[in-house]
């Protein structure tokens, strides 16, 4: 035991929501932040198109409206206190981030530029509304970096590439957690008042994705075998655009400059599913009208995927027969230089990866695992809450990814995503702080890394006769043609039953590498653990949600049913087995509606 | 097809402390990324093979490497980009911890000493955003898009040579404030740089530019930071 | 654009960097010619004690080869300099090079310029 | 404060084995060319001072700079002087007055004309100088 610290708040995740977290918390209480990257290597960094906030700079917007597009967008399912505070936070933060040097994209008149995004709409007019704040198609990466300036301008305390391996609970509070330190090997336990996680999501699940390597799933499988439950993770969203096959995300922005959607037979096909706002519908929804384009034969050469197409010369086609004009009444019209300047590095992923000129060509897209609606259970403070009453557990909070608040509901919007991440990793931050200010450390059972030991002899002395890129390669695979867009009993009760199967094999994974220094293989292994929890629990809370909500679609129910499934999941891991719960929807100003975009 | 990968090994753990090269034949697709066959390579043939990785398309920054000589980062070549046998190397002028890792301290070292974040504490009172025009905000877009890969550093010889110099990668995120208009710490960053371990270390040799996987123009950025230095002036 | 006017002190780096720059603008007509006229035109082979004595006797040759003198050896010895410095990393290290080369830069200055303005001594060969 | 772990194994490495575009093979030529100048300025500036300290030693300096292996270096010396030159002013226009165009397109193109533009400029010179070789020390051309 010779690793100790101790800190008052101890943050898991380096990425934008953990660095925000940070930033706040180091203002009242000592922090430290682990990270099992740099984190500026944070998945924060790969976001493209931009923060959600109505600010009006460009045409009139307001709250009222980013709130009910949220609303509507979660297909009812998101908390309505949460989604009101989020949009009303929106705007201060957005203006916070700019103070803190955001480099954002700007106006002709030097304010922060607004671009238009899948979902957000004027609400009078029903059209899509610039409520994007944007810097190119790098939002994410400017957010990243600017927060972990300022953590160095404030002199916050790092722990780059641990990885965090258990979460220490002593009679129900939490009291630090045990990491691994990647370059030593060495383990080292943080004693803390406040954790906060800020892990992220885990869209390494499934086989297509636009997530990183490290999505694993980390925080929400070290909560589940903590006895804290997990919360809608049947709602994962499939990005409608990624790149065929890699899955690299061709951000929304795309289609918010005028980019559109074509099939096989170069119909611009959203108009038949989405008339008012067509290209720019939720995410959801676009994604299930390409699998059904697919499956009525019109994917490209009869493959599963559509044609993104962004030429200047088609962009301002449809720009003209939409009626499409700019805020001061003159016809929008882009030029391949514009497109240039707002998309460089999706061109440049293009360019790279397909060898197409987004300029010149189409790109093939299909939709990607990209982003987990569900999650650790939170409320707006950031406090995790560990059962259908509420309970907050002292100590714990959660923020970003990882955490379910729930403001995503069955689907996110584009864009809210980030302003999730900066407005409850702020909450978390202060939150955190408050709390280890008016809190002693919880003493820490002696034998506070045994569990942590318990996991890495596991693969140490595995038998090795599984590989774990097999059984990743299987998990990812079932997940992919069973819980992705479309769903039915059968193909989810297939995975569950394979995912169980695969959870059985992988304790029989070993190790070729028996080192400490940089052992990855047995990070990949602890990972895969991660994953396996997170897609039992996705799959168990799947076949139990017998409707269609937001990015949960089944076919066999294709309606979404408020009388019965207006309600969150809350799934436990107790014993080796899921056990499932509800909890309800908060419901302030609006009543469930018919969604149509 | 088929491609041989060459990949530095070492391991002082299990006393492979010399460093020496391991060969994989693998059948593979054109298109594949370098870092796919490296994944594969771990997956069937060496456990034991470590690498960092993360977002797999070049943003991220964590797989900078020396691939058949020179820096590029794993997830942004394709193997129809390179000719086999293709080489894995780390980077150079950073320590190995082991194969392709190195030890990136002294590299964010040198990037936090330049102050890499915004000085301007006024706030305009309606509490709303700071006004920038467009072409204020187009003079540094170009280093605004640092991942901090160290690709650029590690292929500078002044850095080979010395590692007291600051490098490429931190005048790039100097570079980034100095010329933001918001910024009001230009004088402290340009006297930082102002040094032998600063931008007079650079030789021009343009290896970082070449390097730089995000086509920042670093020789440029330098070079508009030496000239800073000497006019006074930021126009 | 940024118009804030900005502080930097002088330094001898950044005058080295500016010094290196200028003199090596003028050594290209400087060094160009003598290497054109002495190496190519003239030749090695039609060179010797008298020939060198005809041309210092000339003040404008004298002029020429003290500034030629001057300007190369400073630009190369600052380079060496810089050389050295890749390679010696303590700031004491790289003080004692620069006063060593300051030194021996002086000497074979001296040496030169002696040479250039007192000319050939071919009665003694 | 770090150790620095750079070393002179580290840089001859990159020197030799790095694979560099255009630049960092015409930066090791400035630098090679640059002090393979500098050597013989030295030794020239005191073979030249021996006319005035000890002028009956410069007939023996004048003798070795005639014999072949001095005229081939001699040759080259010229290749380096031109070389360095075009490189440096290449360098000093774009560091002083074009920072802006400290780009790829026109560093490879740049490198490359510089390069052909020293040998386009170099090979009359060392034409003449071989002629000249081959005339005093091997008595070709009639001499």
Not at chain 1, 60 to 87: P, R
Not at chain 1, 416 to 438: T, Y
Not at chain 1, 533 to 554: F, M, Q
Not at chain 2, 60 to 72: F, L, T
Request: with cysteine.
């Amino acid at each position: 035991m010779s690793n100790q610290h101790q800190y008052e708040v101890v943050i898991v995740g380096g990425g934008g929501a953990g660095l925000m977290a940070a930033l706040y918390a180091s203002r009242g209480a000592k922090t430290a932040v682990l990270s099992k990257l740099y984190p500026t290597r944070s998945h924060t960094g790969a976001a493209q198109g931009g923060i959600g906030a109505a600010l009006g700079n460009q045409e009139e917007d307001n709250t009222g409206w980013h709130t009910f597009d949220t609303v509507k967008g979660s297909d009812y399912l998101g908390d309505q206190d949460a989604i009101e505070f989020m949009c009303q936070e929106a705007i201060p933060v957005v203006y916070e981030l700019e103070h803190m040097g955001l480099p954002f994209s700007r106006a002709a008149d030097g304010r922060i530029a607004q671009r238009r995004f899948g979902g957000h709409t004027n609400n009078d007019t029903k059209q899509p509304v610039l409520r994007s704040c944007y810097a190119a198609d790098r939002t994410g990466h400017m957010i990243l970096q600017t927060l972990y300036q300022q953590c160095i301008k404030n002199e916050v305390t790092f722990y780059d590439e641990f990885q965090v391996l258990d979460l220490l609970v002593v009679n129900g509070s939490s009291a630090g957690v045990v990491a691994v330190e990647l370059a030593t090997g060495e383990l080292h336990t943080f004693h803390a008042k406040s954790v906060i996680f800020a892990t992220g999501g885990h869209g390494r699940v499934w086989e297509v994705t636009s997530n990183a390597y490290a999505y694993t799933g980390d925080g929400v499988a070290i909560t589940l075998r903590k006895g804290i439950p997990a919360e809608d993770m049947e709602f994962f969203q499939f990005h409608p655009t990624g790149i065929f096959k890699l899955g690299i995300l061709i951000t929304e922005g795309v289609r918010g400059e005028g980019g559109v959607l074509l099939n096989n037979d170069g119909e611009r096909f959203m108009e038949r599913y989405a008339p008012t706002v067509k290209d720019l519908a939720s995410r959801d929804v676009v994604s299930r009208s390409m699998y059904l384009e697919v499956r009525d034969g019109r994917g490209i050469n009869g493959k599963n995927y559509m044609n993104l197409d962004v030429r200047p010369e088609t962009v301002n086609k449809y720009a003209e027969s939409d009626g499409r004009v700019l805020p001061d009444g003159t016809p929008y019209r882009v030029t391949g230089d514009d497109i240039l300047e707002k998309l460089p590095d999706i061109i440049d992923f293009c360019r790279t990866y397909l060898g197409v000129d987004p300029l010149e060509q189409m790109m093939p897209v299909q939709p990607t695992a990209h982003y987990a609606m569900g999650g650790i259970p939170t409320n707006m403070a950031g406090e995790v809450l560990v059962d259908d009453k509420n309970t907050v557990m002292p100590g714990l909070y959660a923020a970003g990814e990882v955490a379910c608040v729930s403001v995503h509901g069955a689907n996110r919007l584009g864009t809210n995503s980030l302003l999730d991440l900066v407005v409850f990793g702020k909450q978390a931050g202060l939150r955190a702080a408050e709390f280890a200010q008016g809190s002693d450390f919880v003493s820490l059972p002696g034998d506070a890394e045994s569990y942590t030991h318990q996991q890495i002899d596991q693969f140490m002395n595995g038998s090795g006769k599984e590989e774990t890129a097999d059984l990743a390669k299987e998990m990812k695979s079932i997940m992919m043609e069973h819980v992705g867009v479309f769903r039915t009993e059968e193909g989810m009760t297939q995975a569950r039953e394979k995912i169980a199967e695969l959870k059985e094999r992988f304790k029989d994974v070993g190790l070729e590498d028996k080192g400490k220094v940089f052992n990855t293989e047995m990070l990949d292994a602890w990972e895969l653990g991660c994953l396996l929890d997170v897609a039992e629990v996705t799959a168990v809370s799947a076949v139990a949600r017998k409707e269609s909500r937001g990015a949960h679609a089944r076919e066999d129910f294709p309606k979404r049913d408020d009388d019965n499934w207006m309600k969150h999941t809350l799934a436990w891991m107790r014993d080796g087995k899921v056990d499932l719960g509800y909890k309800p929807v908060s419901v302030t100003k609006f009543e469930p509606q018919e969604r149509v975009y | 097809m088929q491609v041989t990968l060459r990949i530095f090994r070492y391991n002082p753990e299990i006393g492979r402390t010399k460093p020496t090269f391991d060969s994989y034949n693998l059948e593979v697709e054109p298109t594949d990324r370098i870092l796919d066959l490296m994944e594969e390579v771990k997956a069937y043939h060496d456990g034991t093979l470590s690498f960092r990785r993360s977002c797999a398309h070049g943003v991220c920054g964590s797989d900078a490497m020396r691939i058949n000589g020179s820096n590029k980062l794993a997830c942004k070549v394709l193997v129809q980009d390179v000719s086999s046998p293709i080489t894995l190397e780390p980077l150079l002028g950073l320590r190995v911890i082991k194969d392709l890792i190195v030890d990136m301290e002294p590299f964010m070292e040198s990037y936090r000493s330049i102050l890499p974040y915004m000085v301007n504490d006024d706030i305009p009172e309606d509490g709303k955003e700071r006004l920038q025009s467009p072409e204020e905000r187009a003079r540094f877009d170009d280093t605004t898009k640092c991942i901090l890969c160290a690709a650029c550093t590690t292929s500078c010889p002044s850095f080979w040579s010395n590692g007291e110099y600051v490098g490429p990668a931190a005048i790039v995120n100097a570079h980034r404030f100095i010329f933001d208009s918001r910024d009001k710490a230009a004088s402290e960053r340009l006297e930082i740089l102002n040094q032998r371990k600063g931008v007079w270390a650079c030789r021009t040799a343009f290896n970082c530019t070449e390097a730089c996987p995000r086509e920042i123009h670093v020789t440029q950025a330098i070079a508009e930071v030496k000239r800073a230095v000497f006019s006074g002036s930021l126009e | 654009m940024n118009t804030q006017k900005v502080k930097t002190s002088k330094n001898i780096e950044a005058t080295a960097w500016r010094f290196m720059r200028l003199s090596g603008i003028l050594l290209i007509p400087l060094a160009w010619f003598h290497v054109l006229l002495q190496d190519v035109v003239v030749g090695v082979h039609e060179i010797d004690i008298d020939y060198v004595a005809v041309r210092l006797a000339n003040v404008g040759w004298q002029i020429f080869d003290i500034l030629l003198l001057t300007f190369a050896f400073a630009h190369g010895m600052n380079g060496l300099r810089q050389v050295v410095n890749d390679f010696v990393h303590t700031e004491k290290g790289q003080r004692r090079m620069a006063w060593l080369l300051l030194v021996i830069w002086l000497i074979v200055s001296a040496i030169g310029a002696v040479a250039v303005i007192a000319g050939a001594r071919p009665e003694l060969a | 404060m770090t150790p620095i772990l750079t070393s002179l194994r580290t840089t001859l490495t990159g020197y030799l084995r790095y694979r560099g575009r255009e630049g960092h093979y015409s930066f090791l030529m400035h630098r090679l060319t640059g002090l393979g100048t500098l050597l013989f300025l030295i030794i020239h500036i005191l073979d030249t001072a021996t006319v005035y300290f000890f002028p009956s030693l410069y007939e023996h300096a004048i003798a070795l700079y005639q014999s072949t292996p001095f005229m081939l270096g001699e040759i080259g010396l010229v290749f380096a002087v031109i070389y360095h030159g075009v490189n440096g002013l290449r360098i000093s226009v774009l560091d002083l007055r074009l920072p802006e165009k400290w780009t790829i397109a026109t560093q490879r193109g740049g490198v490359r004309m510089t390069f052909i533009l020293s040998t386009l400029m170099w090979l009359p010179a060392a034409g003449v100088m071989m002629y000249n070789m081959l005339q005093h020390n091997y008595g070709m051309f009639g001499g």
